[in-house]
């Protein structure tokens, strides 16, 4: 597929980086060339300087011939009139990164779809459904859905009470495996285990399973599932003005922000919730609004390190439940090994979105998920595919990858040794970032 990404900011470049580990026609198009620049020569792509809505730069890229149009700069307008224009030009999809709900009301659906946009991706829209999902299964760092929800992607940080600790994986104390333990974080490295991995203290594992059995996997991490009816959110941000929007009959919320305008702006946008005027940064204005007695604080300041150091306060205040926006980046891998419950990053978020536009629009690329340093493939099994000669236990597959479950039919089972892969499966695939390549010939 050709697919042209227009603008270089964070979540131009990491889309480009993601894709460009895949046999993919990439180019990545900005009028700056210090952001293109920041692009490392080993990546499998081409950069352009051009204006993102210029019909003449928009040409020389090829629009014309693209599979997909990706218009992620800072600017919505500018983003829904490159959309506009690649559509014209002859692109065959066309996303759009916008800033406006009101662009994903229904009825207006309809003049987007004549404007020449596809598909829209609002990260605010995205962060919200994923700081409810992460307060509906508070006791996971992570919950993933594949499938409509048949198969389960959990992401848990294992304590003190797990029974799962200091045994090996082929040595679990569990008299059926009705989970598959796909992939361990440790110490900001990602490990694609075997049988012999050790399962420590302050790891988080990634679970693959089924709903029937999430209760099981729920006990084995020691973990306890919550009610939470009351959050207070900490910074008044467009995260949080959509997710009180979405949520606000479902939860009690009290949003705390420094800025008096913002305050002021809060209690006519969002009437049902409480706002207070004040710096969640210190300690006594947590203390004099009580914040212990919440079961989940949020911090969706658009500062990252004021994010995490909260969180850690909030857990010291006895919070059960902590959510923090930490957008930038390089600080993901180091969050996760804090005691902060769940990170949210709108571009892995945006990032994660777009490659399921990628797959319906290609059913032969594989991306279905990504996390911070590891893929989730979902790979189509073609006749005559390497991976169907023989069980799983015999094939010798390459080291850095394990195959977690797949989809027979409408049946999404679990993968065990003695699973013998067929034409027409759906195998979900776990690998180190930048390996599925190497991954994808023993399915084709």
């Known amino acids: 597929m050709k697919i042209i990404i227009a603008g270089a900011g964070e979540v131009g470049t990491h889309l480009a980086k993601m894709l460009s580990n895949e046999d993919q026609d990439i180019i990545l198009i900005d009028n ?115 499938h409509n929800g048949g198969l389960l992607l959990i992401g848990v940080k294992l304590h003190g009470d797990s029974p799962l600790l200091d045994h090996k994986l082929k040595d679990l104390p569990v008299k059926d495996h009705n989970f598959h333990v796909a992939a361990i974080k440790r110490n900001n490295t990602t490990i694609i285990p075997g049988g012999n991995d050790d399962i420590l203290r302050d790891d988080i594992l990634y679970f693959i399973t089924t709903p029937p059995y999430i209760q099981e996997v729920r006990e084995l991490c020691g973990k306890k599932k919550r009610y939470i009816k009351k959050a207070l959110i900490m910074g008044g941000t467009r995260i949080t003005t959509r997710f009180a929007s979405l949520y606000h009959d479902k939860y009690h919320l009290k949003i705390i922000d420094n800025d008096r305008d913002v305050c002021e702006k809060l209690a006519v946008m969002l009437p049902d919730c409480e706002i207070v005027f004040g710096d969640g940064r210190d300690i006594e204005v947590l203390r004099d609004i009580d914040t212990s007695q919440y079961d989940a604080f949020l911090a969706l300041t658009d500062s990252s390190e004021t994010n995490i150091l909260s969180c850690l306060t909030a857990k010291e205040f006895g919070v059960p439940k902590t959510v923090a926006d930490v957008e930038n980046l390089q600080f993901v891998s180091q969050a996760e090994s804090l005691n902060i419950g769940t990170i949210i990053n709108k571009k892995l978020l945006a990032s994660s979105h777009i490659f399921k536009i990628l797959l319906d629009a290609d059913e032969s690329n594989a991306k279905c998920l990504a996390l911070a340093d590891a893929e989730v493939a979902e790979m189509l099994v073609k006749p005559g595919a390497k991976i169907t000669k023989a069980p799983v236990k015999d094939l010798r597959l390459p080291v850095g990858m394990t195959l977690a479950a797949m989809v027979r039919g409408d049946k999404c089972l679990l993968v065990s040794g003695n699973t013998h892969i067929e034409a027409g499966d759906y195998v979900v695939v776990f690998c180190l970032s930048g390996t599925i390549s190497k991954i994808e010939k023993w399915f084709n």
């Open 32 to 146: 700056d060339q210090n952001h293109l620049d920041i692009i490392d020569s080993n990546y499998n792509l081409m950069t352009w300087n051009g204006s993102t809505s210029s019909f003449s730069s928009l040409r020389d890229v090829g629009v014309m011939s693209s599979d997909l149009y990706i218009a992620v700069t800072p600017y919505e307008t500018r983003n829904l009139v490159s959309c506009a224009i690649a559509k014209h030009l002859g692109a065959k999809k066309t996303v759009a990164r916008i800033d406006n709900s009101e662009f994903l009301v229904p009825e207006n659906g309809s003049i987007i779809k004549k404007m020449g946009v596809d598909f829209l991706i609002y990260p605010e829209d995205l962060a919200a459904d994923e700081i409810a999902l992460a307060l509906e299964h508070n006791w996971a760092r992570y919950w993933g859905e594949l």
